[in-house]
């Protein structure tokens, strides 16, 4: 005799722990602290101008609601035009549910940023400026849960501007935390033009985070992967924003400033529809080491990547 009863129905009986969402039926998950307990990070990239910043805001609540994001973290160094990010802007991006945003070298283009920062410790810079700069390089943030996770960012130099050394900066703030003990997750944004410092780094901390993630290219590359030490790692993250551009910058004076080697028109953002670029990653919780990174890509010109969950 074949089964009558709808899907659901069958789900339900055959014992399988699942919860209702707007979404549909979807697994449930297990309480935060027992075993096989998972912790799950959204990290988005560079949000370039106005197209990048309305995109995020706009999809930032469903991303969470739909992969069940416990930490949602966001780059948001261009969010102003290109360069640097004001306070109503990170404002918006909190509300619309970041729970950290980072910087990077374009920290302090909009200088209204600089009083901000420093009494809104969930928006964070580079830690390896140099002593006495406005704001933290790390925060401990406290998840809806209880559970604890940190975030930090470092700036490369190869490239970069000169800066103190990332890795003994994050060496530095990771010895006062154990991954799996004080925290169940650490989140580390390196903000670096090369490839090679970037892999270098997240070599460097293997097992010692949960995440190290890239910024500052615009570009998202295609080597997401576990490293053998638990650490999960994307060279870079990519950016939110228009793609029909020059790294987010409108493509004709781009373009022309490498083609003519002659100062052309201002450089200014691409409006056209913005992707939202990032990863998902999830953790476990005993531990703090990842399980798996998978790339996110919605939206706008690129191909899409939406992890299934
Ligand atoms: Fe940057
Ligand atoms: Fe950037």
């Not at 650490?231 to 551009?245: E, I």
Request: hydrophobic share 40%; proline share 6%; aromatic share 6%.
């Amino acid at each position: 005799m074949t089964n009558q009863r709808p899907w659901w129905l069958r789900t339900l009986l055959s014992g399988r722990r699942q919860a209702l969402t707007t979404t549909g039926w979807v697994p449930s998950r297990r309480a935060p602290g027992t075993a096989g307990a998972d912790l799950r990070i959204l990290f988005l990239g560079d949000v370039l101008g106005r197209t990048g910043r309305d995109t995020v805001c706009e999809r930032l609540p469903g991303l969470r609601r739909d992969l069940r994001i416990d930490l949602a973290v966001v780059n948001a160094e261009n969010a102003s035009h290109g360069f640097g990010l004001a306070p109503d802007m990170a404002k918006a991006l909190f509300a619309a549910g970041a729970d950290v945003i980072t910087l990077g070298n374009h920290a302090w283009d909009r200088k209204e940023i600089i009083p901000f920062i420093a009494e809104n410790p969930r928006l964070i810079r580079p830690l390896n400026y140099p002593p006495g700069t406005p704001g933290a390089g790390s925060v401990l943030v406290t998840l809806q849960d209880g559970r604890k996770a940190l975030v930090l960012q470092a700036m490369g130099r190869l490239f970069m501007d000169p800066m103190d050394c990332p890795f003994r900066g994050t060496a530095e703030v990771l010895s006062k935390y154990r991954l799996g003990h004080s925290v169940q997750a650490i989140v580390a944004d390196i903000h670096a033009e090369a490839s090679s410092e970037k892999m270098a780094y997240a070599h460097t901390f293997d097992g010692q985070v949960s995440l190290v993630v890239g910024t500052h290219t615009h570009c998202p590359s295609a080597d997401a992967q576990v490293l053998p030490g638990g650490t999960a790692f994307q060279s870079d993250a990519g950016m939110c924003g228009d793609y029909d551009s020059v790294i987010g910058m409108v493509k004709d004076g781009a373009a022309m400033r490498f083609w003519r080697k002659m100062p052309g028109e201002k450089l200014g953002p691409a409006e056209g529809p913005a992707t939202v670029c990032g990863v998902f990653v999830e953790t476990d919780d005993a531990t703090g080491h990842a399980r798996r990174i998978e790339p996110v890509r919605i939206g706008g010109r690129l191909s899409q990547a939406m992890p299934a969950v």
